[in-house]
């Protein structure tokens, strides 16, 4: 298999670890949403950190982006 | 008009606007150094011209000045405690630095210097070995302490501490790919349903234009959010090198 076709494949395949992002962005809301349903005065406290999470997950999503780039434009 | 720059990547390229050499190093004015000074222009005119009435119940103006303050020196007080108070200085700057760098980029036609890993990894290489010598210097040899999480058996050692010490390395590395990537990944994206709106014609174009349109919004956020999302994680790491655990 020639350079250039193998690198167009593993950036496609790079690009699946976006899925675990998709997961634990939803898992973050998901605790968010319920969190606030059983305790809407916490809202003020968990607000911040819901954030926080949300930073750290995409960054993972990033991560496996920053892969597929390295690999089409750098190797 | 010259058919270059249709590649979406072409935005974050670097261009030299006055050209120097010293010796064999090229230190020309850049893009990026172009919009680094206007960054630190604009929060200058921003905080002094904004705390210079200086009245008792701020106006508009001192009200936002203050308001920034606020926010990071309360960041780093719930994260440090009052100790924190001794790195204001350089946090204020990192926040401010970077959310006025990443809220400048998304001027049209402008340049976002936070998008360059080379760039952010300065900042967290600064952040990274500040704090390593900031440990160092507040507990001496006793630092290396950190690397053995509490409540670990004896017996677990030899399998934490590499673990520790190599997940303490890869800090620099997550903070500064984690802004260059959310920008560069944000900024292409941006450029690519453009150059939709424009193939698709008058009709076709709409639906990409509100899908521009909202990630226009959805970057404003990831500006300011990336913005706090380094700086907070900075005051984690000074409160782990304050307060080892």
Not at chain 1, 38 to 53: E, Q
Not at chain 2, 99 to 117: D, Q, R
Not at chain 2, 132 to 148: A, E, P, Q, Y
Request: with cysteine; glycine share 8%.
């Amino acid at each position: 298999m020639e350079a250039a076709a193998a690198k167009l494949i593993g950036a496609g395949l790079a690009a699946i670890g976006v899925v675990g992002a998709g997961i634990g962005i939803g898992t973050i809301f998901a605790a968010f949403i319920t969190s606030v349903a059983r305790n809407p005065a916490a809202a003020g406290n968990v607000t911040a950190m819901t954030w926080i999470g949300f930073a750290l997950v995409e960054a993972i999503a990033l991560y496996a982006l920053v892969v597929a780039l390295l690999l089409l434009f750098v190797f | 008009m010259a058919a270059e720059g249709h590649s979406p990547l072409a935005q974050f390229e670097i261009k030299p606007l006055i050209k120097l050499q010293m010796g064999q190093m090229d230190v020309s004015y850049t893009n990026s150094a172009l919009f680094m000074s206007f960054t630190v222009i604009l929060i200058v005119i921003f905080l002094i011209f904004g705390m210079r009435k200086g009245a008792l119940i701020p106006g508009r103006w001192q009200s936002m000045a203050e308001l920034s303050y606020e926010f990071v020196a309360n960041l780093l007080r719930d994260t440090v405690g009052a100790e924190g108070r001794h790195y204001f200085p350089f946090v204020f700057t990192l926040f401010m630095f970077i959310l006025f760098g990443n809220m400048l980029g998304m001027i049209p036609y402008s340049f976002t210097f936070t998008s360059h890993i080379i760039v952010t990894f300065a900042m967290a290489l600064v952040v990274f070995f500040g704090v390593t010598i900031l440990g160092f210097v507040k507990h001496g040899f006793h630092f290396v302490s950190f690397f053995v999480p509490p409540g670990v058996s004896v017996l677990l050692w030899p399998l934490m501490i590499p673990i520790e010490i190599i997940s303490y390395l890869s800090r620099p590395i997550s903070l500064s790919v984690r802004l260059f990537a959310n920008l560069t990944a944000g900024h292409t994206m941006l450029k690519v349903f453009a150059g939709f709106v424009v193939s698709m014609g008058i009709v076709g174009g709409i639906l990409p234009l509100a899908f521009v349109i909202a990630l226009t919004g959805l970057e404003i956020l990831i500006a300011f959010l990336q913005a706090y999302v380094f700086t907070i994680l900075t005051c984690f790491y000074i409160n782990d090198a304050i307060n080892l655990h």
